[in-house]
């Protein structure tokens, strides 16, 4: 079971969210719809989110790091 | 190109030779001399209220980048080129992003500029990174909410550039009880002729009577009786043209707190020219953009009033319309004709000079330095003109 899905999309990005609940407990589902990669992120973690400045998310958004980095798979 | 030397295109009596809006040679100057050094509007600051809040824009002819920190909220002008092969990071009008990922090759920046990242990175062992940001622009202010940017590390302030400027901005940022905001968004126009013949027709009242005479007609069938607009341009001593120095100029429409045209054409009480390419005319903020010498667009921003019901605005909106939008009875005839047309004419080459020496007789010394003139009179073309006459003369 998950809740109504969110969309969120700019020039850089395109993400879907839903809570999904088919766990023990609820979770923050994130689908990337440029890949259809997906997480879950549980209520602890959402919540660290909101420590971090937008700076100290920057290895995430190095694509080296995320997607396109010459070591990985299925690069 | 004329032989001439830039400062030669004008003359003492006040022509100007055809080509300072038909050469390419002087376009690639006016980039160097006008759109370089100089105070450049990129932007009002209702437009990137937000952390990561971004519009873009040009100055000049070069694409920034105008965006709020992620974190910090200051406020950066950014050139909209990937240090990479060059491609523009930003496509959209407007968005929110704390990093900027170029569509090319996907190298990645904060909205501060820096480098964050490339992808399959190690194939450039010894980049600095450090070194290849967004290239900002290295001073960047605001007054009154608009937010301006310049290439040159040092010159005069924003408030000096401004001078006699800045009463008037600051009765625009007034006109809300609240304040203003762009958050109508723009309607764009683009035309094949000069930049500059945007900026002289915007305070040119004596072309009104005859080049709008249709919009007259129509609001004289709607109210009765002929608007009192050309009366007024004509014989009302309160409505007058104003030489502000540095290149600006304004026309009051009487008391430039209270006044109005009365015409349905918005409800500012003066228009005004801030040199080189912003402009207040009507409801609107209005960005004019070199392209090419004979290539320009133009973006008209309706000013909404910060702290008035939404009904007020959609006023201000359907007045702004009526005139200047796509579908309006006055902006369609100065593409026509005060553009188009003239485009046209000057092909004829023989004798390539143009008259503004309308009533220089008349100019009377004011305030601070000013010079006023009649309404209808083509002092704010000569404000302009001698200012960029000055510039384009220190061209080497």
Known sequence: MSSSRLELSSEFGSVALEIDTRANGPRLRIENQHNRRVI?????????????????LGPFLDPSQTGWSSNDEGA | MSQLAPADLITDDWR?????????????????QLFHDNWLYVGHESEVREPGDYKTTFAGVQPV????????????????RCRHRGSAVCHDDAGNANYFRCPYHGWTYRNSGEL?????????PDLDRSRLGLVRLPRVESYAGFIFASFAPDGASLEDYLGNARKYLDIVARQGPDGIRLSAGAHKLQYNNNWKLQIENTIDNYHFGFVHRSFLDVLADRLGQAPPIMQNVMNNPEWRTIDLGNGHSVHEFGDPETGNNQGQLG???????????????GAQLRHVLPKKAARTEVRLYPIMHEGEPDDANAAILRVH????????MGGADDIEVAFDRVGDGMQAIEEDWLIMSRGMHREQPGDNGTLIGHA?????????????????????
């Open chain 2, 376 to 396: 209808a009179d083509e002092l704010p073309q000569r404000a302009f003109y001698r200012r960029w006459r000055e510039q384009m003369g220190q061209a080497a």
């Open chain 2, 16 to 32: 100007l030779h055809g080509s300072i809006y038909t050469s390419r040679e002087i376009f690639a100057i006016e980039q160097q």
């Open chain 2, 267 to 281: 409800d500012l009480p003066f228009n005004l020219i801030v040199f080189p390419n912003l402009c207040f005319v």
């Open chain 2, 116 to 124: 964050r990242g490339i992808t399959y990175d190690d194939a450039y």
């Open chain 2, 65 to 80: 980048i105008v965006a709020r920190g992620a974190d910090d909220g200051e406020i950066r002008v950014l050139l909209n």
């Open chain 2, 321 to 328: 319309e009526g005139f200047y939008g796509p579908a309006g």
């Open chain 1, 40 to 56: 879950y992120l549980d209520p602890l973690e959402v919540a660290s989110l909101t420590w971090l400045t937008h700076e100290r």
